[in-house]
């Protein structure tokens, strides 16, 4: 009888040089399959710009980038071809790469020893505690869970979104493989010390300083600055000071040439230029892990809402184009509208408490404009399950198109401004017509955008989650990965309308033409004497010490 060959030894030459293993077969296919990758990159980044370079091209904008023809393309694309290839891996952060320059502490650290003087109004040293969230709240009315609760200011952004940067899962010290390059300058910070009786070389002596020390880096040199972003807790308008008249407001670090080149994210940005970009403001809600959301929002699913609408706010009396006073008008006169009215000195607005109660027993909450087109209530609100309802896109359409649907109809409601300043809209009539099962639909959107709305606790991480800060840096990136893609396929942004900002932001995916918009009215600019456009934001920048003082209204 014939034996049968223990498993693995073959029993003759011919077996041994006809059959073969399944790995080696694996091993064999793997080869051939990385070894075809490697020939058509080298193919598309090596042969192909080399041949298509003796053809006669239009010269195209370099969009920040070092004038390629001082440089080797063999080596510009050798560098492409190689991270590209290790892309191939299985690295995660492919892609993902964040480089964090290590600046000198006076752009940031020494701002928070010196704590003080970062308000005229307030003494911020407690709230620049436990990583920029501020100290715990106590849940005494049952309104809060028990933990993840902070008295956070409102203008806290910056070093709250630094300290979430160090937990981020794909920093590098490398910066040629980096997405993005993240500035941890506390912009907001600098300018509050300086915006109350400094005359203007004290307010931009550190934006000055900031942009030399950058514009003198090698990472600074790959794309002209393109690739950095920047976060500063403060609207747009206190950096974009128009004049070098003393009186006029803020600094001028966003008008700088090197910062705009540079992705700003702010609490709100401008319509009419392009370098800003609006991210949340900061909620009282900083969850540590992906369970204290889950019971937040399942909390907020099966509240008893009483009220069928509520405003907390101040009136505007200098303001003639306010419909506040109208607003609270109406909250007054409503049997199912409740109004929380906040002014100077002590006030329920100033208890982080009664906000968030009365947010929590309402269907819908009134997000009218502040002082400037923004406020922190319209995130307290959503963050207690209120739908909100709006009266400018400015409010947040146009802003948080990052982290809200563009599809505004899905999680609140529009009423323009004019409607309400001519009386032409009762609040209670519109609201009470949306059909309950409508109302409902639109709550559980609200509460499933809860995430996307918050930023976590910075010294811990969410496990699958992605809160207000992954939000932010992933779509950073994409900006940034967009402008790489143009720069090879030779596209230009020289048809781009800075003045149209706004609505590219509101543009589908593949989209790039715009034109006329139902809120052009909102958005179109006034007319100096001489017929030319001219900035509204310095009217709406002088407002702005207000929010100091009034930090819910």
Not at 31 to 56: G, K
Not at 332 to 345: A, H, I, N, Y
Request: with cysteine; net charge neutral.
């Amino acid at each position: 009888m014939r034996r049968r060959p223990l498993p693995g030894i073959l029993s003759n030459q011919m077996e041994k040089s006809t059959i073969k293993t399944p790995n080696s077969r694996i091993f064999f296919l793997a080869s051939l399959s990385a070894f075809f990758w490697l020939l058509l990159l080298y193919f598309h980044f090596i042969i192909l710009p080399q041949s298509t370079t003796t053809t006669t091209t239009p010269p195209r904008k370099n969009f920040g980038f070092p004038d390629v023809k001082n440089q080797n393309p063999i080596q510009i694309h050798q560098k492409n071809l190689t991270f590209i290839t290790s892309s191939l891996e299985t690295d995660p952060c492919v892609g993902r790469y964040i480089y964090v320059h290590d600046l000198p502490s006076r752009f940031n650290q020494d701002m928070l020893r010196d704590c003080k003087s970062l308000s005229l109004w307030t003494n911020m040293c407690k709230f620049v505690t436990n990583a920029g969230l501020g100290p715990p709240l106590e849940n005494v009315d049952g309104v809060f869970s028990d933990t993840g609760w902070y008295a956070t200011n409102q203008f806290a952004v910056d070093v709250i979104f630094a300290n979430r940067m160090k937990q981020y899962e794909c920093l590098t010290n490398d910066s040629s493989i980096a997405a993005a390059v993240f500035v941890p300058f506390y912009a907001g910070f600098d300018i509050a010390r300086y915006l109350w009786g400094y005359n203007i070389s004290m307010r931009d002596a550190a934006s000055i300083d900031l942009v030399d020390w950058l514009v003198k880096r090698p990472e600074w040199s790959v794309m002209n600055g393109r690739d950095h972003f920047l976060v500063a807790g403060r609207i747009t308008w206190d950096f974009r000071r128009l004049s070098e008249e003393e009186t006029d407001w803020g600094n001028k670090l966003l008008f700088l040439p090197a910062a705009k080149n540079m992705s700003m994210l702010v609490v709100e940005s401008s319509p009419w230029n392009a370098n800003d970009f609006g991210i949340p403001y900061p909620t009282y809600f900083h969850p540590a892990k992906d369970a204290d959301v889950f019971v937040w929002q399942e909390r907020m699913r099966r509240l008893e809402r009483q009220w069928l609408f509520s405003f907390a706010g101040a009136p505007r009396p200098d303001n003639p184009k306010s419909i506040r006073g109208q607003i609270i008008e109406q909250c007054r006169s409503s049997k199912v509208g409740k109004l929380l009215e906040c002014d100077f000195g002590e006030s329920k607005c100033h208890s982080p408490s009664s906000i968030m109660q009365m947010f929590q027993g309402s269907l819908f909450c009134l997000q009218p404009q502040g002082d400037s087109y923004t406020r922190r209530s319209a995130f307290d609100s959503m963050l207690a399950g209120c739908i909100p309802v709006f009266f400018h896109p400015g409010s947040a359409y146009t802003q948080y198109t990052w982290h809200l649907p563009k599809d505004y109809t899905k999680y609140s409601v529009f009423i323009p401004e004019d409607d309400i300043r001519k009386r032409n809209v009762s609040i209670e009539e519109r609201l009470s017509q949306i059909p309950e099962e409508q109302v409902r639909i639109m709550r559980e959107e609200v509460i499933s955008l809860i995430p996307r709305l918050v930023y976590a606790d910075p010294r811990s991480k969410l496990e699958t989650l992605k809160d207000a800060f992954d939000v932010s840096v992933q779509a950073v990136i994409d900006k940034v990965t967009n402008l790489r893609k143009d720069i090879i396929e030779g596209r230009t942004d020289e048809n781009l309308i800075e003045e149209n900002s706004w609505k590219y932001a509101l543009l589908d995916e593949g989209q790039r033409e715009v034109g006329p918009h139902e809120w052009d009215p909102f958005f179109s600019k006034p007319k100096d004497g001489n017929g030319e456009s001219s900035d509204s934001s310095a009217e709406v920048a002088k407002n702005s010490w207000k929010n100091e003082q009034r930090t819910q209204s």
